[in-house]
């Protein structure tokens, strides 16, 4: 059974700083997703990482894939308060088949303060 | 270009009640989902559709939980009778095909009491 374990799940972080969110998964795979959500709203796409060593990058946030190691990262470069959300890696289970089953991590809860 | 609309956005019944929610995709996508995102954790898939057929409903309450995709188009999933653990938010989402990115729609909360 395929596992995804975001860490931390929480963080609390100042504006202008800058850190990490880590995305590990259990078994194969070639392709990862990071969404934001919002409270109370939907998710909203951010990156999708294709092959090992991916890196994609959008303003403060880029994200990288190491397919070998099983992990993804998301930093986040000199935060701002916009920033504040909820953070989802998931992985597609059954890429390379038939299917475009994802499998969530539980989630990275990101809080910004001035 | 219009996103997945889902309605209603919210939904409170009492246990053993009955209850539907409606999807309407991207124009276009192929693929449709529903997820069930419970308070604090990550969206679970609960059944995947091609076109009009199924594609994995592996994770589908079937007892209580039913799902259909006629025309290939709109979407609806049901429940009933309706447990106190399916208090949720039901997300819709929908892609070109089943590699393509998968967009989320708004959600129904819904609260079983």
């Known amino acids: 059974e395929l596992k995804v374990e975001q860490n931390p799940l929480f963080l609390s972080m100042q504006e202008g700083k800058n850190y990490t969110i880590y995305c590990n998964y259990s078994?194969?795979?070639?392709?990862l997703y990071w969404y934001r959500q919002d409270p109370g709203k939907s998710l909203e796409s951010l990156f999708v990482?294709?092959?090992?060593?991916a890196v994609k990058q959008e303003g403060r946030l880029m994200a990288s894939l190491d397919t070998k190691a099983r992990l993804s990262t998301l930093h986040i470069t000199a935060a701002v308060h916009d920033l504040s959300a909820t953070y989802f890696c998931?992985?597609?289970?059954?890429?390379?088949?038939?299917?475009?089953?994802?499998?969530f991590g539980k989630g990275t809860k990101l809080s910004v303060k001035p | 270009e219009a996103g997945v609309a889902q309605s209603p956005r919210y939904k409170i019944i009492e246990k053993r009640q009955s209850v539907a929610f409606w999807c309407n995709p991207i124009?276009?996508?192929?693929?449709l989902y529903w997820y069930q995102q419970i308070l604090g954790q990550g969206p679970k898939l609960l059944i995947q559709?091609?076109?009009?057929?199924?594609?994995?409903d592996s994770q589908l309450p079937k007892d209580r939980f039913s799902a259909e995709r006629l025309k290939g188009v709109d979407s609806t999933l049901k429940i009933q009778p309706a447990k106190l653990e399916d208090s949720a938010v039901y997300l819709c989402?929908?892609?070109?095909?089943?590699?393509?990115?998968?967009?989320f729609g708004p959600g129904t909360r819904l609260t079983v009491l």
């Open positions: 989402a929908s892609s070109e095909d089943w590699v393509d990115t998968q967009y």
């Open positions: 078994t194969t795979s070639d392709r």
């Open positions: 990482l294709l092959s090992n060593g």
């Open positions: 998931a992985v597609d289970m059954n890429y390379g088949g038939s299917q475009g089953n994802l499998i």
């Open positions: 124009s276009g996508h192929a693929t």
């Open positions: 559709f091609q076109n009009n057929g199924v594609v994995d």
